[in-house]
């Protein structure tokens, strides 16, 4: 049964020192701000995150490593021109980086939430990111094996919910909202608004309630910072 | 008086003649990625009627052209972040799907920015490999080994004169194997089984590009050395 939070505080007040956390968002698009605010603001600490990208400027994420709060990065693109804070923290050894192949990642992602033990995937082969890992060939092909990633919780950012907790999302904002919902123990996702149950066509919902434990509404999200130059 | 020869001045193709020359080789009705970097340039060269659609890794077919200023939506952006349009078709998909799109071979064209392409067709575009650098991985790896066919856009020479186009690549690799075409500022070139044949050459001859690589070249221009 989804809860719906008063805030977003109160949405991740139950995130302990030492939680793996995935956070939703690729760049800015879809990155809950408001919900990692409140993570750095919870005090949490040791966290190991798992996003597209380390943060971008001074707000979102890029606060959450500024504050020392990340012991671990999984990201697959985490060098931007404005990723200053990981990159110090990087540089002077204080965070720990498991760098993925973006493709690798999401599938890795939803791998855990569909109970797939492990996959091989053709991504990497032959690269220094397979380097260890069991290497198969199938059909003349060469795949590496590549595990499922899992987390304590995944604060994700949506369009609207209903107070069931089925989402729809917005043009690319989308991206990895619906895995990370299913790979998390605990769901936690902010929305623009909140309908009641029935006013979301079941045609278009993306994530099913089954995946969401708790909602909050944030009415007019504050922009993630716009990247100054490019990245994946 | 002497007439200066493309060897003294090899000027070559500029990045938008180049972008051109690569659209006009996709295939009409092609869905296509453009790598960030130089290969973005491509899309200003398709046309409407070239019925080709753009895919974007972070969840979209049909991409358009970049939105203008006033027109910025941050939750409609490229892989490099910048804000864009949608076009009429146009269809939107969580990260898993979008990379199973990619590497279950669904994409007919991608076209990558390369360090290095080696002459059997591996690419290193990630990571220079020097100390201190922070490597950033992105969709490369997926990209190049996902389409029907990876094209290379790139300059021949790095900026300190030295090939881009190598017998074996010294920086990290990318994906092995999986380059079927790179087109230069210099020339355009095959990798296939029979090894690197030259297709087309940009105000330079067949002579001086062999001069300028360690890597052995065949020659489909039939024009040999002009």
Known sequence: ?232 | MKTRTAATTPRGLSKDGLAARIAHDIPRGAFVNLGIGLPTGISNHLTPDSGVMLHTENGMLGMGPEAPGNAADLDLINAGKVPVTELPGASYFHHADSFAMMRGGHLDVCVLGAYQVSARGDIANWHTGRPGDIPAVGGAMDLAIGAKETFVMMNLLSRDGAPKLVPRCTYPLTGVGCVSRVYTDLAVFLIGDEGVTVQDMFGCTFDELADLLEVTLLDRTRQGSR
Do not use: W
């Not at chain 1, 990642?105 to 397979?130: D, K, M, N, V």
């Not at chain 1, 260890?132 to 003349?140: F, L, V, Y």
């Open chain 1, 1 to 232: 049964m989804v809860s719906i939070a008063g805030t977003a505080a109160e949405a991740v007040a139950g995130i302990p020192d030492g939680a793996t956390v995935m956070i939703g968002g690729f760049g800015p698009a879809g990155q809950p701000v408001e919900l990692i605010d409140a993570l750095v603001g919870s005090g949490a600490t040791s966290l190991t995150v798992i996003n597209n990208n380390a943060g971008n400027g001074d707000v979102g994420l890029a606060a959450l490593i500024r504050a020392g709060r990340v012991r671990k990065m999984v990201c697959s693109f985490p060098r931007q021109a404005d990723s200053r804070h990981f990159d110090q923290k990087y540089r002077d050894g204080e965070i720990e980086l498991e760098l993925v192949p973006q493709g690798n990642l999401a599938e890795r992602i939803r791998a855990a939430g569909a109970g797939i033990g492990a996959f091989y995937t053709p991504t990497g082969y032959g690269t220094p990111l397979a380097e260890g890992k069991e290497i198969r060939e199938i059909d003349g092909r060469h795949y590496v094996l590549e595990y499922p990633l899992r987390a304590d919780y995944a604060l994700v950012k949506a369009h609207q919910a209903d107070e069931l907790g089925n989402l729809v999302y917005r043009k690319t904002a989308r991206n990895f909202g619906p895995v990370m919902a299913a790979a998390a123990v605990t769901t936690v996702v902010q929305v623009e608004d909140v309908v009641p149950v029935g006013a979301l066509n079941p045609e278009i919902i993306v994530t099913p309630c089954i995946y969401v434990d708790c909602i909050v509404r944030v009415p007019a999200p504050a922009r993630a910072p716009e990247p100054v130059g490019a990245g994946q």
